[in-house]
């Protein structure tokens, strides 16, 4: 194995208007493949945080109270600002 075969290849940090949003699994998965083109992503990105981030937005926000609003506004911002947290440090 050569240097450049063992290179670390880190996430770019998601841009600050994107956590706390519907696109950042999107970001994420986009982000994976331009880094590494010849391996499938992680399904979470699409499978899991895509989807529900977008199923919960789309068809539950109008329904919540406004705490209840406020709750699913931060909670989407925390987890997204944990998995930033947890690839890049």
């Given at each position: 194995?050569?240097?450049?075969?063992?290179?670390?290849?880190?996430?770019?940090?998601?841009?600050?208007?994107?956590?706390?949003?519907?696109?950042?699994?999107?970001?994420?998965?986009?982000?994976?493949?331009?880094?590494?083109?010849?391996?499938d992503p992680p399904l979470y990105y699409m499978e899991y945080g895509n989807k529900y981030v977008r199923k919960f937005t789309d068809e539950l926000y109008g329904n919540?109270?406004?705490?209840?609003?406020?709750?699913?506004?931060?909670?989407?911002?925390?987890?997204?600002?944990?998995?930033?947290?947890?690839?890049?440090?």
């Amino acid at each position: 194995m050569n240097m450049s075969e063992n290179k670390l290849i880190l996430p770019k940090p998601a841009p600050d208007y994107i956590p706390g949003g519907v696109n950042y699994y999107k970001f994420r998965h986009e982000d994976f493949l331009k880094r590494f083109p010849e391996k499938d992503p992680p399904l979470y990105y699409m499978e899991y945080g895509n989807k529900y981030v977008r199923k919960f937005t789309d068809e539950l926000y109008g329904n919540l109270s406004d705490k209840g609003k406020l709750w699913m506004e931060k909670t989407k911002l925390k987890l997204q600002i944990e998995i930033e947290r947890r690839l890049l440090y």
